[in-house]
């Protein structure tokens, strides 16, 4: 188990790596000319020179690829000539908008799109997952149907329609939400309570959406587990239905789910971007569109890297959590 | 001053907003057309898209807190690098400069003084202009204003390695013998263009006359910056108040609550009636949601308006507010900015298939394309309706142009001549896109191939300025300050030693005489002059052909009172507002 963690921890920074060289050249490299298009009124060849020095972005690329990493571990300089200052670790650089570290920005965000993650990801497991299991018990009956029905809406319907729909009717119409705030941060700050009415229609929209590929995906793998040999075995030794079905069953129907699970949160921990954008949820997702259209590549980059580091992380826990659930996978 | 980041680009942004269907959150690229807008729309752009009306007029008590509904951050609070207009609207409220442009929505533009007793005294040569301060000025920790502060927000403008935003006429106007580049590079040395011979005169020395010196100096450059507490970027987060209200809490792209400053004395300040006690800043809230909100009118939204452009309102929303309650609390106000179809004179370089180019095109749908009347409106001029009546006996250029297009007109004009012409579009502006493809349309029927070539967003005004531009663009001017000065030599004049078009002369007329002219007219103060010079290189150059002088109307909450659109910002005045409590 050990070396395998090792393994997959080195893993993890060889591949963390080579997402920062192809993201930093992806952005740095690209056809955008940051300082140009931030010169104002006033542009002259000269401002966007000093807007290229100050913002970092006239040494050679491998430098500024260099200096970004030691950055990241160790701190470094930044700023223009007369206005040199010190980027602590991790340092990801600061905003090319309002000079504001991006790791702050980051510290800022990452709460939200937790919050949103979290939630929206035990809703969409419970349910996605128990509806599967439940219609693949009845197939062909009517909750099986139901279950495929509402299944395929949800694969169907886009987040931002969805989304808006819950907030016009629930919210704007009904009034029985409040409007998210971005003062909720955490179930403790303010409290349960408001946590859970703050992010419920996020978490239902996302829930719609991702649940119904759980569904469907633990309905298909129950039938056909449900179906093989060493069930029906396991039901001619007279053990009960329920063993058989969650012990028996689901046990080895819900590794691929598994699976899917792992690669979902890391997606969302990423950033939900249409879900924080029509809940106005200044989460990671949101922060990276922002940064987007604004070209602030400094934050681009880091929630690109955080994202892909959730995403190689989720990998890895799904990986050991194969060995546990099923005990045919042995991690050597 | 900017209506957000991309300069000429801020009318593109302000319609955008309001066609941007809540598949995207960008600000200042382009939203998709839709048909309904004219419809939903009124019909005239007058009284019928409330431009110029003032919500509950008359408000004068104090108190409450005005919550304001922000999508993303804004850039910048430091005065030197506050450039942008729903920051500028927060940063009058945080500091004081030297003059002040009083826009009371509704009422013409004029210049005050504020910090400083009257307006300057110039020189016979208007290159030398003396301010004296007014009495009991301070700082929000009680610190007196002096003059030297004033000097030192001056000063920092001249880093321009580190304040690359703001605006840039202290350093291309000012006397600068030495080269100073702003108070860190080299502390020893002294800038020059500006002396203060105590603590409460402070005198500006220009390179050349400036008779508009008044109007210069009430930008956030004039705005007092304690040296002491100067922490060159970082001081973005927390500056220091001269004005009614200080910052009380500021958590970047989360909130920003401003609280009255104990230390502004009120008998000081003519110019801001600071009715609330507060306002609120909620920030990374979605367009189409504060639109929304704004509308329904529910809890503390009741206190709620906004700063993002066109006010936030959506395609979408254009049927509700003819609903009387809505109604009631909606208003409108020409914006600084006017958008134009540059014709680049380099390109195409006869002046007929200049002409017979802007018979052909049809602002009316252009104007549609932009959400209808209530966004704005068709204009034949790129002095914006908002200065207007600053202008003696103002007039537009007699044009001839039928606001629908004159295809067969045009054609005829062109006389079975073959024409094509490269128009450059940003890649990522679907509205740009839209509108390039009407015009497409429009020369095709007057027999002009369109070539549409698409350019980088982030480089479009580059290439713009490049020595390889495209023949037709988009672009757009808002003014810095209500007169002609601040709207013609921009647009149509020259470079600082008149030999060749400046930066923002997309057109690149080359005309040294015209640019001397117009030289002439701004040392002369003579805006009638300035007027005349646009109006001839409009309908005999053509240089350019203006298409839309944009709007920002706005929903506010049923709470707010003498709630307008202000000239200079083309925002919701925070200024003049109060609010019921």
């Known amino acids: 188990m050990l070396r395998f963690l090792i393994r997959r921890f080195l893993a993890l920074i060889a591949l963390l790596i080579a997402t920062s060289i192809v993201t930093f050249l992806l952005f740095f490299a690209g056809p955008s000319d940051v300082a140009a298009n931030s010169c104002g009124k006033g542009c002259t060849p000269e401002r966007i020179q000093q807007a290229r020095v100050a913002l970092g972005l006239d040494k050679p690329l491998v430098v500024q690829y260099l200096e970004y990493m030691k950055g990241l571990v160790a701190g470094r300089e930044m700023g223009p000539p007369s206005g040199r200052y010190w980027c602590s670790w991790p340092c990801f650089g600061t905003s090319f908008q309002n000079n504001r570290p991006v790791w702050d920005i980051i510290k800022t965000a990452l709460p939200f799109t937790l919050s949103i993650a979290i939630g929206a990801a035990a809703i969409f497991l419970i349910f996605g997952v128990g509806i599967g299991v439940t219609a ?21 319907l886009p987040a931002p329609f969805i989304g808006l729909l819950f907030l016009w009717i629930v919210v704007s119409k009904w009034q029985l939400l409040p409007y998210t705030s971005n003062t909720v941060t955490s179930p403790w700050n303010p409290d349960p309570w408001t946590w859970f009415k703050n992010y419920l229609l996020a978490w239902l929209t996302l829930a719609l959406i991702f649940g119904a590929n759980y569904v469907r995906l633990t309905r298909a793998n129950m039938i056909e587990t449900m179906g093989e040999d060493y069930i029906r ?100 | 001053m900017n209506r957000r980041r991309v300069m000429v680009a801020t009318v593109a942004g302000t319609a955008a907003v309001a066609l941007v269907a809540a598949c995207s959150s960008s600000k200042n690229n382009g939203g998709g057309a839709t048909s309904g807008a004219a419809s939903s729309a009124p019909a005239s752009a007058g009284s019928a898209a409330g431009l110029g009306k003032v919500i509950q007029p008359g408000y004068t008590t104090k108190g409450g807190t005005v919550n304001i509904l922000s999508d993303a951050n804004f850039e910048h609070l430091d005065p030197v690098n506050n450039y942008v207009t729903n920051s500028g609207e927060l940063g009058r409220l945080i500091y004081r400069t030297l003059t002040f442009i009083e826009d009371t929505p509704g009422q013409k533009p004029a210049i005050k003084p504020d910090l400083a007793q009257n307006l300057g005294t110039p020189s016979s040569d208007k290159k030398t202009w003396t301010y004296k301060l007014r009495t009991g000025l301070k700082f929000e920790d009680g610190t007196p204003i002096t003059s030297k502060d004033i000097k030192y927000g001056v000063e920092r403008s001249f880093a321009t390695d580190i304040y690359k935003d703001g605006a840039t006429y202290m350093t291309d106007l000012l006397e600068n013998p030495n080269n100073y580049a702003g108070p860190y590079k080299d502390p020893t040395k002294d800038l020059a263009g500006v002396q203060t011979p105590d603590d409460n005169t402070i005198v500006f020395k220009y390179a050349s006359p400036q008779p508009e010196s008044d109007w210069i100096l009430a930008m956030f450059y004039t705005a007092p910056v304690p040296k002491a507490k100067d922490d060159k970027q970082n001081y973005d987060f927390h500056p220091v108040s001269s004005g009614p209200y200080k910052i009380s809490s500021y958590t970047p792209d989360k909130s920003l609550t401003l ?49 993002e452009n066109s006010g936030a309102i959506q395609n979408a929303d254009l049927p509700k507010i003819k609903d009387p309650s809505v109604n009631a609390r909606f208003t409108n106000g020409a914006t600084p900015c006017v958008d134009y179809e540059v014709l680049n004179v380099q390109k195409i370089k006869d002046v007929n298939v200049r002409k017979a180019i802007a018979m052909a095109i049809n602002r009316q749908a252009i104007a549609t394309v932009y959400g209808g009347a209530i966004f704005g409106s068709v204009i034949d001029t ?26 067969a007109a045009a054609k005829s004009m062109l006389n079975g001549k073959s024409v094509t012409i490269h128009y450059g579009v940003a890649n990522t502006s679907v509205k740009q896109k839209t509108v390039a493809t009407q015009i497409q349309n429009d020369l095709k029927a007057a ?35 209500p007169t002609m000065a601040a709207t013609t030599p921009p647009v149509l004049g020259g470079n600082a030693d008149l030999t060749k078009w400046n930066a923002n002369n997309f057109s690149m007329t080359d005309d040294t005489a015209v640019f001397k002219k117009i030289a002439t007219a701004v040392s002369a103060a003579d805006s009638s002059g300035l007027n005349d010079i646009t109006n001839q290189q409009l309908s005999q150059v053509w240089p350019l052909i203006s298409t839309i002088s944009s709007n920002d109307p706005n929903v506010v909450g049923s709470n707010i009172r003498n709630a307008g659109v202000s000239t200079i910002f083309g925002e919701i005045d925070l200024n003049t507002m109060g609010v019921q409590h």
């Open chain 1, 136 to 156: 693949a018990l009845h197939r062909g009956k009517w909750p099986d149907k139901v279950a495929v029905a509402i299944s395929s809406l949800g694969v169907s």
């Open chain 1, 233 to 332: 075995t396991a039901r001619a030794k007279g053990l009960p239905s329920r063993t058989v079905t969650f012990k028996h069953g689901l046990r080895a129907a819900i590794t691929p789910v598994v699976t899917v699970f792992g690669l979902d949160l890391g997606a969302l921990l990423g950033g939900a971007v249409l879900t924080e954008t029509i809940f106005s949820v200044p989460g990671l997702g949101r922060t990276a569109v922002n940064a987007t259209f604004n070209q602030d590549l400094p934050i681009v980059m880091a929630v690109v890297l955080f994202s892909a580091f959730f995403i190689i992380f989720a990998n890895i826990i799904v990986d050991i959590l194969y060995a546990v659930i099923d005990p045919r996978v042995r991690l050597n």
């Open chain 2, 259 to 307: 609280v009255r400053n104990s230390n502004w004395d009120p008998a000081s300040d003519p110019n801001r009636p600071a009715l609330p006690d507060s306002f609120a800043q909620t920030l990374g809230i979605d367009i189409p949601t504060i639109s929304q909100r704004l509308i329904a009118d529910q809890g503390a939204d009741k206190n709620a308006v906004t700063l």
């Open chain 2, 382 to 407: 790129i002095v914006s309706p908002s200065i207007q009546s600053t202008v003696p006996n103002f007039a537009a250029p007699t044009l001839g142009l039928k606001p629908t297009g004159d295809p």
């Open chain 2, 447 to 481: 027999g002009i191939t369109v070539v549409i070539d698409q350019i980088p967003q982030s480089s479009y005004y580059k290439t713009l300025r490049s020595d390889s531009p495209p023949d037709m663009a988009r672009a757009g001017w808002c003014w810095d300050w």
